[in-house]
């Protein structure tokens, strides 16, 4: 059986390569990953390089795709952040085992494409972090993307929805399509139905000429249908027909047209509590989430906040050179964000108008953000000396301003019933009226 040589393996492909064993060492390299990691020395091991570990990926909470491809036999692929010469990248590696003959394997190749659609760093990007919410959400967009299946994206305003739609799109087999995008929210049923399907010429009044629907342009693309969950229940099921059978009758014609595009659909509203109360189609629901991708809130997204900063005041109109103080950074972590990452930067844009040596400052936010008191500051006793139950119920309001999760679940951090927890809350919250009459 004709063998090839590793370095004859890896310099078959444009892409960065190695060829690893199952210790993680490089026996081979490539130009294309020489020329963005350097030469690895003797005895260097993949993870070393790529990410500087001491250790294999798995050992600090990452995937490892060379494990995976060692227990199932079969190529396994993820998405990592590399470090390359200059800069760090996210990259996706694939790992394919290479047969020996004799039911073993000679070594594994190792692929690496970088990505196109994020960066853990400011810059060109339009989707930059690098915190596990993050990572975890990029590596759904890396999975889904090369495939034609329907996306739905799901999650609080403000998360960045059509920025990972438009991600999928770049990096999916429609990307020389176009990427339409229609907004369902606000539209009545005539609306609706002759923005997405179009019309004829005297089909209504002001039908001066003929309209190209949205289904039409998107074909040989994506159709990005923003608040779906806001499409008139009666209008749901030529939707739903429109995606099983890709042929659609604009408004006024009396023939059907074809079409054929990629869907992708976000929602802020739980379409699956809108099935469960009636308003929306269950088979429509199961025909938009056949893979559903959960958009993280930016209160998960702490990590990412300085990054975030930094690419947001390099756009307009904020003026250039434009950055945030240490300190300001501080409060702005210390703030929920309900508004998401739109919210962030509306505060940006308004701070970097007051803020004129271009620093950012705690002054400059506003006094929502301002008059947070960070969690170390409640820890201090005061210097007054306080009674037992007024400081339980100091602590309880700050354990309920941090804590994210259910009542029951922050009874349970206190060591209390959720009972007696609510007890407690109600005291609270008539302390609180008492104060404020």
């Known amino acids: 059986m004709l063998q090839l040589q590793p370095e004859t393996l890896v310099s078959l492909f444009h892409q960065p390569a190695i060829f690893i064993d199952k210790a993680y060492r490089i026996l081979a390299s490539n130009p294309a990953y020489e020329a963005r990691y350097g030469t690895p020395g003797a005895n260097s091991r993949c993870f070393q ?15 490892c795709p060379l494990q995976q491809a060692q227990s199932s036999g079969r190529p396994a692929r993820c998405l990592h952040i590399h470090q390359q010469q200059d800069h760090r990248q996210y990259c996706s590696v694939e790992v394919t085992p290479v047969p020996d003959g004799r039911g073993g394997y000679l070594g594994y190749i190792e692929i690496i494409n970088e990505s ?7 810059g060109e990007k339009a989707l930059v ?5 993050f990572q975890a959400l990029m590596e759904s967009v890396h999975r889904v993307a090369p495939t034609n299946v329907s996306v739905l994206l799901e999650g609080e305003s403000g998360t960045g929805k059509e920025l ?3 991600a999928i799109h770049d990096a999916s087999e429609h990307r020389l399509g176009k990427f339409v995008v229609l907004e369902c929210s606000g539209m009545n049923e005539n609306l609706f139905e002759s923005e997405l399907f179009g019309y004829r010429k005297g089909a209504f009044t002001g039908a001066r000429s003929d309209h190209e629907g949205l289904a039409a342009a998107a074909s040989g693309g994506t159709l990005f249908l923003d608040e779906v969950g806001d499409i008139p229940l009666s209008l749901q099921v030529k939707l739903l027909r429109l995606l099983e059978t890709g042929s659609f009758r604009p ?13 992708i659909c976000a929602s802020h509203k739980n379409l699956k509590d809108m099935v469960a109360a009636g308003t929306f189609r269950e088979d429509l629901y199961y025909r938009l989430a056949t893979f559903p991708i959960h958009l993280p809130p930016l209160r998960q997204r702490k990590e990412d906040l300085p990054v975030l900063c930094e690419a947001l005041l390099a756009k307009p109109p904020v003026p250039a050179h434009t950055y945030v103080s240490q300190a300001a950074l501080r409060q702005l972590a210390r703030y929920r964000f309900p508004g998401n990452i739109r919210e962030l930067r509306n505060i940006l844009i308004r701070a970097s108008l007051l803020a004129d040596d271009h620093v950012i400052q705690t002054k400059h936010l506003p006094a929502e953000i301002t008059d947070l008191v960070s969690p170390h500051q409640r820890s201090h006793f005061a210097e007054e000396i306080q009674s037992l139950a007024e400081l339980e119920l100091q602590y309880l309001q700050h354990a309920q301003s941090i804590h994210q999760g259910t009542p029951a679940a922050l009874a349970q951090r206190l060591g209390i019933s959720e009972r007696t927890l609510y007890r407690k809350l109600a005291k609270l919250k008539q ?6 009459q």
């Open 129 to 133: 972090g690098e915190s596990p919410a």
């Open 164 to 166: 990972i739609a438009k």
């Open 431 to 436: 302390t609180h009226g008492a104060a404020n």
């Open 49 to 63: 390089i790529s990410h500087q570990y001491d250790s294999p990926c798995h050992t600090h909470g990452e995937s």
């Open 116 to 122: 196109e659609s994020a960066s853990p760093l400011a």
């Open 251 to 263: 408004v006024g014609a009396t023939e059907m047209e074809r079409t054929d595009f990629r869907l």
